[in-house]
């Protein structure tokens, strides 16, 4: 009985602290950016272009994972790309739960009116293209990162306003709810102590699932080039510019990808992790 | 004089079918009424209308609850949450639901008695350790600091009941709070039940299909079919003469222990008929 139980904890444990530790290492090297960049990420030295990463025949040992075909050197970029990603995951997942979990409570908890207006807007909001959706919603307020967050905030608050909703639905349902009420607590007491705690669990994995998504779709408009000004260093813009080299210098492209993918991973993988510590029955 | 008094309470869902008809009945302080009837006769809905815990989907037509002489129909939500937070209690029918799988048993004992009462928590506290040590929970100081799923369901029904207990609520709901529950325990929590009834002389609205359990809790009785009341009876007169055909069919089916190979008697089917005309259900 012991070993079966002890063989899935392990495992979750790992998990979350690879992903983790993997995250962490992300913001020290976003908070330190200036310090651990070897080279100014903007710095352009035409004569130095298309160099390959250091094991490779014809390297500069001055940039490690090689630089672009402006001479920009890769790692210093993908260093400064981590700033706008994690600022962008951060404070648009953080935004999208506040405003998608408290409709999702709101509409599952106190049913009614507030559902049907919640749900309807729901339907209707996810028949639109989201990808589309955020070109065209860039494209009417201007590139920048406001522009992202909001993007991304606005097209996917029904992610978790879906989610939200059904759990608050099941756990409004139990007759621990009943007891509360008969015990005197108002609606809102019981939103708050006895269905939120409940649901939060639900909230951790949907935010840090968000923050992954959040990175792409960050990457995914710097691709279509309506992110941040082109200059500035995002790791979607350097793959998209990798893209037109990659016959010659494949290292543009796959450097800031192989960061990228990594990162949505270990959100996703922390979020698994997170929900199994939260959970109070698999703890 | 009655503690709780039902007065021709109607009840349907929205737009739908008729839940509860012309339903009257009475508890008196420290009286012991059961409710029976078969399933989707209505009985958990009127322990439900009392409590004010309806699902959204059912509305009360018409009628009065009166609660120590006050009508809850007419308070304004607020109020009436008030009134019935500090004059009645739930025990509910599955343990393993009505205790919040996320907060420690201490709280969920202890908050009605500070929010509603205003107790100190160290009060509530001492009183909610009490009350376990009364409903036989042995090491009742851990019990208060673990969680819901560290419990058997035996055990959770036990915190169930002293928490009903814990307010000194003058009139307890219990909706069938044996269902859920294996035959040995049942027994028990009964027991259980019974003695801290007499003991606090709580008035009880005993819902249950179990006509045993009436037999041994209760002193009054109401027998519903299809949402009204065919039966108001001392237990004692029902079980010797059921004044109703339904109610004398529904007695009459009730496995004998004396006798194992009779086999089941069911409800006869002129019985439901007539039953059905008179209360006129479908």
């Known amino acids: 009985m012991a070993d079966g139980r002890f063989e899935v904890r392990r495992k979750a444990g790992l998990r979350l602290w690879l992903s983790a530790a993997w995250l962490i290492l992300l913001v020290i090297v976003a908070l330190f950016a200036p310090y651990l960049a070897p080279k100014d990420p903007l710095e352009q030295d035409l004569f130095a272009g298309r160099l390959p990463p250091f094991w490779m025949q014809g390297a500069d040992a001055a940039f ?27 404070i648009s997942a953080s935004l999208t739960c506040l405003v998608g979990a408290a409709l999702g409570l709101l509409a599952g908890f106190y049913r009614g009116w ?36 909001a993007a991304i905030v606005v097209i996917d608050w029904t992610r978790f306003a879906r989610v939200i909703r059904a759990e608050a639905m099941t756990q409004g349902a139990m007759d621990y709810v009943a007891s509360a009420r008969v015990a005197g ?18 909230i951790v994995v949907l935010l840090t699932l968000e923050m992954g998504i959040a990175v792409i779709v960050e990457a995914i408009l710097s691709f279509v080039n309506l992110s941040i000004s082109t200059d500035d ?24 990808l192989i960061t990228l993918f990594l990162t949505v991973l270990s959100f996703s993988q922390l979020g698994e992790g997170l929900k199994n510590r939260f959970d109070p029955v698999l703890r | 004089m009655s503690f709780l008094s039902v007065r021709n309470l109607s009840a349907r869902v929205k737009g739908g079918g008729t839940l509860l008809r012309d339903v009257s009945l009475d508890v008196a302080v420290g009286e012991v009424r059961g409710l029976v009837g078969e399933s989707g006769a209505g009985k958990s809905m009127i322990g439900k209308a009392v409590l004010g815990i309806l699902p959204k989907a059912v509305e009360i037509t018409s009628g009065q609850i009166m609660l120590d002489g006050v009508d809850l129909l007419a308070l304004p939500p607020a109020q009436r949450r ?33 929010d509603i009462l205003g107790w100190t928590r160290q009060r509530a506290e001492e009183r909610a350790l009490a009350l376990l040590g009364e409903v036989q929970i042995t090491d009742p100081t851990r019990v208060l600091r673990q969680y819901p799923h560290e419990l058997s369901g035996g055990m ?34 009964l027991k259980l039940i019974a003695a801290l009834q007499v003991r606090h002389g709580t008035a009880l609205l005993f819902v249950t299909h179990d006509l045993g359990v009436v037999s041994k809790v209760c002193q009054k009785l109401s027998v519903l079919y299809a949402g009204k009341v065919v039966e108001d009876s001392a237990v004692a007169d029902f079980f010797r003469a059921p004044k109703h055909p339904y109610s004398a069919a529904l007695l009459a089916a009730t496995p004998k222990y004396t006798d194992p190979l009779a086999g089941l008697q069911p409800v006869p089917e002129a019985v439901i008929a007539a039953v059905r005309a008179e209360v006129g259900h479908g």
């Open chain 1, 64 to 90: 490690l994972l090689g630089t672009d075909s402006l001479g920009r050197d890769v790692l210093s970029r993908i260093i400064f790309g981590t700033r706008i990603a994690l600022t962008v995951a951060v």
């Open chain 1, 114 to 149: 507030a559902d049907v207006v919640v749900s309807r807007f729901i339907d209707i909001w996810m028949a639109f293209p989201p990808v589309l959706f955020s070109i065209l919603l860039i494209a009417v307020i201007g590139p920048g990162l406001f522009s992202i967050i």
């Open chain 1, 185 to 202: 607590r108002g609606r809102f007491g019981i939103l708050l102590r006895e269905i939120l705690p409940n649901v939060l669990p639900i």
């Open chain 1, 233 to 256: 260093p995002t790791w979607g813009g350097m793959i998209s510019e990798g893209r037109t080299s990659i016959h010659q210098a494949w290292w543009v492209l796959v450097f800031p």
């Open chain 2, 82 to 114: 008030i009134k019935v937070g500090a004059t009645c209690a739930l025990i509910p029918q599955d343990p393993l639901t009505a205790l919040n799988p996320s907060r420690r048993i201490g709280p969920q004992i202890t908050d009605r008695l500070v």
């Open chain 2, 156 to 189: 959770r029904q036990r915190i169930l009941i002293a928490s009903a207990f814990a307010a000194e609520p003058k009139l307890i709901v219990a909706d069938e709070p044996t269902t859920a529950l294996d035959v040995t325990v049942q027994k028990q929590i």
